[in-house]
């Protein structure tokens, strides 16, 4: 049967799915109110270069809001506010809903953790009047991209004693930075015939810490140079060359995060992955009062080596932080019941928020043009990770995908879809799977990165607002 042409017209422009550039259509409130959060962010990214870091600073966001550590708490109610941290690189946070946690919760999960040089156990050497830190990589990198850029020290070394002592060097304006050379291209003849991925031996990462020896004639230190640091760390941290066994010391890049674009449109800066995810899945946490069902936040640590140790998603600590909820909840520890709460968990809702691939146009080949997320084209849903054949992945239910569409487009919050790359390119996972072990219905949703895993990455700022948009209202709507 025909029908009339101005109706078919009409249909038409809404049977097609588009994924318009937001800085396009976006209403100049909402780009005003983009400037402003990125201004937030770049302040607490710089501040937050490493787990322990961010972890710390959002103990203290969440207790300038009121939240306080759920040990101190026998029982819990509507509207209370409650976090826990995580072995110190972790963190977990709360805000029981008036329905109480055994309707489910309401979770925005993401990591902490990022792409670095971790120290190796004993890292100090001296090699012709130069001394190094010997340093083993942390996750997915391209080893070549970390030399010759200034580097910063940030840490913390444990003594016997039981104290700690923080280390943070390279970030002000007048701290030195640290470096690992590379060879001039003048003599790079037989380097540059080598594959990118063979050029730079991970063990040729090591970081120039020093070069003027101890200048006291009577010394009797074989290695002056290294005698020289040595004494210099004593003075200033309290620490010798034995406590670095028990240090943990990231070497990341030494720059903060800066706009990019004469119209500042992008943010470049080091950590984005996971970070651009976690600060807005922690504000929309923050924000909420006293929300239909218990919502919850969890920034984990070590997803960029596979979630394991105490501290990643597969811990056992983060459930345990549920399972606190569930109790209190229910009127104190000993109320607990191991089969409410896993029902709880069958009607959890979480969205696994972490950062995906942006197209772009220099490496068309690995992007499959129809299925990839687009820079400045609001957050992206992501349905299943996992590489070749959806191996490793966590695939969401459609029913569930369905679920989140629906809240996104009645708050106008722009949203696009697709993979990682090509299915035969590569691939990649997220703490997703592991969540979703536990019976709740996940999904990955974030922000597309330019050069995700290099020392400085890039995000668009109004993804980054819309992202938190999309975050807050899961939590909020998800009833
Ligand atoms: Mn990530
Ligand atoms: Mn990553």
Not at 191 to 202: G, H, L, N, R, T
Not at 363 to 380: D, H, I, P, Q, W
Not at 382 to 396: H, L, N, P, Q
């Amino acid at each position: 049967m025909a029908k009339k042409k101005e109706t078919k017209k009409t249909k038409s422009k809404e049977l097609f799915a588009e994924f318009p550039n937001q800085y396009k259509v976006a209403s100049n409130d909402d780009i005003a109110a983009t400037m402003a959060f990125a201004e937030e962010y770049k302040a607490f990214l710089d501040a937050s270069k490493t787990e322990r870091e961010f972890a710390k600073n959002a103990v203290a966001s969440a207790e300038e809001l009121g939240f306080v550590d759920i040990s101190t708490k026998d029982t819990l109610n509507a509207g209370d506010k409650v976090y826990s941290t995580i072995k110190g690189k972790g963190f977990a946070a709360a805000v029981i809903g008036k329905k109480g946690p055994d309707a489910g919760f309401n979770i925005l999960g993401a990591h902490i953790d990022s792409p670095r040089l971790d120290l190796k156990p004993n890292p100090i050497f001296e090699d012709n009047d130069t001394v190094y830190f010997k340093t083993h990589y942390y996750g997915g990198i391209k080893k070549y991209q970390w030399t010759t850029i200034p580097l910063a020290v940030h840490g913390v070394v444990f003594t016997n004693d039981g104290k700690s002592h923080e280390i943070c060097v390279g970030e002000k304006d007048d701290d030195p930075v640290f470096y690992i050379t590379d060879l001039l291209p003048h003599l790079g003849n037989a380097q540059m015939a080598k594959k990118a991925s063979e050029f730079i031996p991970a063990e040729d990462l090591n970081v120039i810490i020093g070069g003027i020896p101890v200048r006291d004639e009577k010394t009797k230190d074989k290695e002056i140079y290294k005698a020289a640091i040595l004494k210099l760390l004593s003075e200033e941290y309290g620490i010798t060359e034995k406590d670095f066994v028990s240090a943990e010391i990231e070497i990341v890049p030494a720059a903060k995060a800066r706009d990019v674009g004469f119209d500042r449109a992008y943010i470049a800066a080091y950590g984005h992955d996971d970070k651009v995810c976690a600060y807005p899945a922690l504000r929309a946490l923050l924000a909420q009062e006293k929300p239909a069902r218990t919502c919850v936040t969890l920034l984990t640590d070590k997803e960029e080596i596979g979630s394991y140790a105490n501290s990643g998603a597969s811990s056992y600590l983060y459930e345990n932080f549920l399972m606190e909820l569930m109790a209190k909840a229910d009127g104190g520890i000993d109320k607990f019941n191991t089969l409410k709460f896993r029902k709880a968990l069958a009607a959890t809702k979480m969205l696994s928020t972490d950062v995906t691939t942006a197209y772009d146009p220099k490496y068309a080949s690995v992007f499959e043009k129809r299925n990839t997320a687009f820079m400045s084209c609001g957050l992206k849903i992501e349905k299943y990770t996992g590489a070749r054949g959806k191996s490793g992945c966590s695939e969401a239910t459609g029913d569930f995908i369905a679920e989140i569409t629906d809240i996104l487009d009645s708050n106008s919050i722009p949203w696009q879809t697709g993979e990682l790359g090509k299915i035969d390119a590569g691939g990649g996972g997220t703490i997703a799977a592991v969540m979703a072990e536990l019976g709740m219905d996940v999904v990955d949703m974030g922000v597309p990165v330019w050069s995700m895993h290099a020392p400085i990455e890039v995000i668009s700022k109004i993804d980054l607002y819309f992202l938190y948009l999309g975050y807050k209202a899961f939590i909020e709507n998800i009833k």
